[in-house]
């Protein structure tokens, strides 16, 4: 349990025998009003600014028990010292005491919230500062492109001349690293919120088998009857440690069955809101007219193709450059497992290609990706300005730009830093 703040010293020695010092753990006793014990524990006191929030804080480690997390928090209520935190309140408290930035204060509750290994891994990243170190070059770069402008826009000796094209030629790269990061920030979105897969085919093409050998369980009733499964199905799994729900859906086929088509219409919205299509196809039986029109109406660009049941004799395969119709195409066997590594692998690349770069996982955060956008819009549209010699626009464009990422960070006041950045790099007033 964690005390922060003025009084988080005091509020441990009311209650704990053991004598705090700066950075060192001492052993004691929990005691009551009364004097007796409620537990033996440790304790360790940081003194402000070295702690987490940047204040005082005492950290006490005791026994796992509901029952004494619980009297100790009315024991540390009842010095009258301190409060129960709010959600966050610790972090919130580092972030407004500098001891990190915004994002990587985000990069906190990403971290908790992970649910898969890429999850935590990119999480890790930003906690580490990878993102807000790239962010703050990139501010910082803009910051000096805008101090540039203003300076030769305040010069009234003639001394100065803007270099309308050099200009253009520094914010260039800048906007080209902030849309890679925005791109990518795109594509591992799924990191933060994870991906939807629909499992699209004709009756019996093995949908429900796939999504029971994917799950290592009976989720889906499985039976040789076409049009079992009436309604989606979803379910939540990690694929190569990137968190997953699987939908599976009807069976796509023309009936007079009132359910069975609400069912049907059903799977067509999960094939729409999917970030990948699984389009399964009966291996051991003729293309049919069915599988026809299931092609024809799913998005290409977000499917592929399994072919299933090559435990069987088959007479669908894929061609040479391992396709089918046109889409990257698997083999696979629900009922002897084959085939199903190939798939996961297939099914990782395609909702996140970027695996192994850089970039991979740098920003997932949906606020992150809208202030890069921003930022990269208004880049361009200073570039514009500038080439038309309209110098007030283009400061106002660059300045935005900066505040898109100073968004990011968490800091509030870029106005001022420009100035600073001004006198900082030129002889203004001198």
Not at 59 to 78: D, R
Not at 261 to 285: P, T
Not at 356 to 385: F, K, Y
């Amino acid at each position: 349990m964690r005390i922060t703040g003025p009084a988080a010293k005091p509020a441990a020695e009311a209650l704990f025998t053991g004598r705090l010092e700066h950075r060192r753990v001492s052993y004691g006793r929990i005691c009551d009003a009364d004097g007796s014990t409620v537990d033996t524990c440790c304790a360790a006191y940081f003194r402000a600014p070295s702690s987490y929030t940047g204040e005082d804080m005492v950290e006490i480690s005791f026994h796992g028990s509901p029952a004494v997390a619980a009297k100790l928090s009315g024991l540390i209520a009842n010095t009258g010292l301190a409060v129960p935190a709010e959600p966050g309140e610790f972090t919130k408290r580092a972030y407004l005491n500098g001891k990190m930035d915004l994002a990587r204060a985000e990069a906190v509750m990403d971290l908790i919230a992970s649910s898969a290994e890429r999850q935590r891994r990119a999480a890790a990243r930003q906690l580490e500062g990878r993102l807000s170190g790239e962010i703050a070059s990139l501010y910082e770069r803009t910051k000096l492109a805008l101090a540039r402008l203003a300076n030769a826009m305040d010069d009234d000796t003639g001394e100065v001349e803007l270099d309308e094209a050099a200009l253009i030629s520094e914010i260039a790269p800048i906007k080209s690293e902030i849309h890679a990061l925005a791109e990518g920030g795109m594509r591992s979105r799924i990191l933060r919120e994870g991906a939807r897969v629909a499992i699209i085919g004709s009756p019996n093409a093995g949908k429900s088998s796939l999504l029971n050998a994917l799950l290592l369980k009976e989720r889906a009733i499985v039976t040789e009857i076409p049009g079992t499964t009436r309604d989606t199905l979803e379910e939540s799994a990690a694929i190569d440690g990137l968190p997953v729900v699987f939908v599976d859906t009807a069976g796509i086929r023309s009936t007079f069955d009132s359910v069975e088509l609400m069912g049907i219409e059903r799977s067509r919205r999960a094939a729409e809101d999917a970030d990948l299509i699984l389009w399964l196809v009966d291996g051991s039986r003729p293309f049919s007219s069915e599988d026809e029109a299931i092609r024809a109406f799913i998005n290409v660009e977000r499917a592929v193709a399994v072919i299933t049941k090559s435990d069987l004799e088959n007479v669908i395969f894929p061609n040479e450059n391992g396709e089918f119709y046109g889409l990257e195409a698997v083999r696979i066997s629900a009922v002897s497992g084959d085939g199903l590594d190939a798939l996961k692998k297939l099914v990782s690349e395609r909702l996140l290609p970027c695996e192994g770069s850089e970039a991979e996982g740098l920003v997932t955060n949906v606020r992150h990706i809208g202030a890069l956008e921003d930022a990269l819009a208004a880049l361009e549209a200073a570039e514009n300005r500038l080439g038309d010699s309209d110098t007030d626009a283009a400061f106002y464009e660059l300045n935005a730009a900066m505040e898109h990422l100073a968004a990011i960070l968490g800091r509030e006041n870029p106005a001022e830093e420009l100035v600073d950045s001004i006198f900082a790099h030129f002889c203004m007033g001198k």
